[in-house]
């Protein structure tokens, strides 16, 4: 359709009216008001011609609104008298409501129904205020309508048709018409709407932030692999990626929204492609075959409006499953648990049995005396006293109940006399008088010295078939059999024998009835229960549980707790307890196992609960550092694997097919600086994009790190031998690659503080071994300065001391030298890995001064290289092996106290966006009008309009243009390595040019 301009005073011919009013529909709310006309025919003919002309007008203004409003569409109304008419919440609508009244009340001017002498004008009031405006508001409704709601339907109410005859007015109608006109002003309004709430939509609704997180994590893991694996990548993920994942994203969201997307933008993202293959390439390869492999996995290469989903094996994806074992906490329960004083009360324990004597007394006969006789009757008695001693006469036969759970070691009888003899004093007068009797009772006392083998061992009670059998023992020991006379001295004996505790039955003065006493245990029993320690140790040290990835680096999961769940599980298989012991050894060696497993329990309870600390700490380094959390966080991993929304379906109009067509300047919204000399869209310069890049646990070391793990990583001004040692490792490959003084200087002073850390290691190691076995201490350094032979370099020395390369080697060295038995050389072996000082740590300034000469001397190459942006030089450069891939980074988890399962890292990401001009045109094909559009445009200048008629257009708002803002985090969890995974160029977070006001 050809737009009308407003001053446009043609009339629309009548031979159309035929086919309008057959696409058109009306609603006609007549009121009369007035006179009896004279000739009902004439006027209802002259009416009826009018209503024609005004259903056309209604029509014509109401398509030129939808266009004008779609054109210059209001967003946020002006705080002027004509905004202030619009409601913040329908400005657009309101909007196009008053520009259809407008050029509804224009055409109606035109209209003009005759016959004969009568006449018929339609008209609306005039505007001439704000109250004007807000009433003309009112008397007009817009909806979207016809199939798929592609049309628009509107009402104006109270169309005033006049009737004169000869000028005089005669009557007036009031008409409210109704049309439905192809004109998708208010779908692309809804739209474009749409497609701004998704660009700001959270990580819980679909939107901008799921897909550019769909699209980052494939990327993060494959570079973060990568670098894992050795590749000389800097950063894993920096803005240029972040860029790339933002405008796929926006591509994809166009496409999920309007059902295509714009394609310059589709071109544009080509080129971005390509060119950060390029770029990292660059940065970060070490090779051409590395390269094409990691831009590969990074989905470089296809340029798609879906997430990318990663098509090479090379490296995991955050859903895949990680093993995690007990590993070295066995070593470090075992080591609490065969400590000499540990291992030999858990061996006593087990020997030490429960003895009680079990006691009858039986009366024979007699018993205590009555009161003695009376001298005489006038005598009183004032007191008596009974004293009595006992006896044991002679032996004799009884028995005595044995307790369930008990058995007899040693019984025996006597026969118990007691002598009673009574006084009584008696009184007559002044004088006292005493008289006496005297009586004899006779007891048969029977004594058990009952036993058991409870005691205080964490062995379940057992009976033990050969308890009290010598000759039963697989170590050739005595079992119990010395348990019987320890017994019988400890109750019998102490209480001065046999007869006399048969004396203290029967006057009650027996006190100890019940006692412990520990059997002698074979010479052989700790080795022969070490032995068997060590079998279980590697048992359970091959504990695993799968974990996903993905779960563990957002603190999903806890591995130590699942850890101790598995452990749990296989408790009673690993334990072995039997239905009956075949020996007091036997005992022994499941009560060791039981409290080795206990500590491998409470070992893992401690790492489960420290893992609990790290979250809450790692939560709080995440929202001081960057403005996520681990909430969100755990949203984006969830959001990457989130359905896509298929694009929406081409809508069928009245006319067919209406498609949609997005035209955007800028169609690649770049983190450059442009101007309108690019785009005439532009104002001045702008940054269509900017975005902020958080790397949380990256270089410097000791901290964020430090603080999650509370110094164990990291200690104070301190840093790990292993981080030194790598870094120094780093300093010296690039070195071979490139020349530096500064460098060479500060390699060289750290390089003198990793040897004084090797020496003072080294040094432990050689007193461990001489105190631990028996090597003089110059044998003892002989054997560590053998064992050390492999590793020539400081930093591959310290490296070997802080993996535990060396001290594994040193027990072999040992073992050999020096005959060990098994026993012996693991026990050195584990007294080795548990050497660690605050003397081998070298100082984090070192350090990190040689670490950011590593990182100047490969920017500066860097540079060199994009400086001749060459691909012959790219590929010079790739070849070089600088050392920058080597510098740790990263959260360890957990740190080395206990066992190292995997490293993590986290990059937060904000991006902030804004089209110069955002445009979305549909096409629409009515009989009249064939090829006619609908375009929409959002550009963030002001629209303007004359409401009032005066020759000056008032504000009505702004055309805002469309903005939006993202945030997601991805998270990285690679194997265990000192070098860990994170960005190493130094700066933890990466601000773009013009961060954080993108657009005008």
Known sequence: M????????????????????????????????????????????????????TQVAVRDGVSTAGRQAAANPVVTPADTPAGRVLNDSTAFRDSLRIRAYLRVADRLERVSGRSGDVTVTANLPAVSNASDLRAAKHRVSVERAGPNETAMRATVENVVLTVRRNGAVVSTRRVSP???????????HDQVSTYQTRLNNGLDKPGLSRRMTARLYPMAWARGYAQYSGAGIENVVANRHVSLAANGALLGVQRSTFGRSDPAGRRALTEATAMTGIEDLIRGSQGTAYSTEVLDQAQYKPVSETPPRPKSTASPNPSDSMTVGVNE??????????????????????????????????????????????????????????????????????????????????????????????????????????????????????????????????????????????????????????????????????????????????DNSLSRTEATVTADRPPELRNWVYRDLMSLRASVRNTTVSVERGRVGTFETNPPQELRKRVEQRRATLAAVPDTYDSAAQKARVAARLTYLNAVLTELDEQA???????????????????????????????????????????????????????????????AELDESRYRALDGSEHPLVARNANVFTVPYGDAADAVVGGAFESGDRVRLATAANTLAAANETLEAESNATLASERDALQREVAAANREMTTTLWLAVSQHTEAEQDESKAIVTEAMSPWETSAARALALTNGSAQERVARVAGARLNLTRVERDRLRLQLLSVDTPATRPTRGSTNGTASAVRSVAKNELSSALASAGEQKAQQFAKKRLGTDRLPAGLPLAPPVTPWYATANIWWVTVEGEYARFAVSASHGPPGEPGAQTTYARDGHNVTLDVDDDGTDERLGTADRVSFRADTGVVVVVPPKPRGVGDKGGNAVEDSSGWPDAGS
């Open 2 to 53: 050809v737009a009308v301009r407003d001053d446009t005073r043609g009339r629309v011919p009548f031979a159309l009216l035929g086919v309008l009013l057959l696409v058109s529909s009306l609603t006609l709310a007549p009121t009369f008001v007035s006179e009896p006309a004279p000739s009902e025919t004439t006027v209802e003919r002259a009416l009826n011609q009018a209503m024609a002309e």
């Open 178 to 188: 109704t049309v439905v006109v192809p004109t998708q002003a208010l779908m692309l």
């Open 329 to 506: 906490t066995a070593d470090t329960a075992f080591r609490s648990v065969t400590e000499p004083s540990a291992l030999n009360e858990t061996l006593e324990d087990a020997y030490t049995v429960e003895v009680a004597l079990e006691t009858d007394k039986h009366r024979l006969g007699g018993g205590p005396p009555g009161t003695p006789p009376s001298p005489g009757t006038e005598w009183t008695l004032v007191r008596e006293r009974t004293t009595s001693s006992v006896e044991a006469v002679k032996n004799a036969s009884g028995r005595v109940a044995t307790p369930d759970d008990w058995h007899t070691l040693e019984t025996f009888s006597r026969t118990v006399e007691r002598q009673y003899t009574r006084t009584a004093i008696w009184q007559n007068g002044s004088v006292r008088e005493r008289t006496t009797t005297s009586s004899t009772a006779r007891y048969r006392v029977t004594v058990a010295v009952v036993g058991r083998h409870h005691g205080r061992s964490p062995a379940p009670n057992r009976s033990i078939r050969t308890a009290h059998d010598a000759s039963a023992s697989p170590l050739d020991g005595s079992n119990f059999a010395d348990v019987e006379p320890k017994a019988l001295d400890t109750l019998v004996g102490n209480a001065g024998g046999r007869d006399s505790v048969a004396e203290r039955v029967v």
């Open 609 to 671: 609960t420290a893992r609990g600390d790290n979250r809450e700490r790692v939560a709080t380094q995440l929202s001081e550092r960057t403005e996520g959390s681990l909430r969100s966080l755990r949203k984006g991993l969830t959001a990457r694997e989130t359905p896509v929304p298929r694009p929406r379906p081409v809508p069928v109009g009245p006319a067919g097919p209406v498609r949609t067509r997005v035209d955007t300047q800028t169609p690649y919204l770049t983190l």
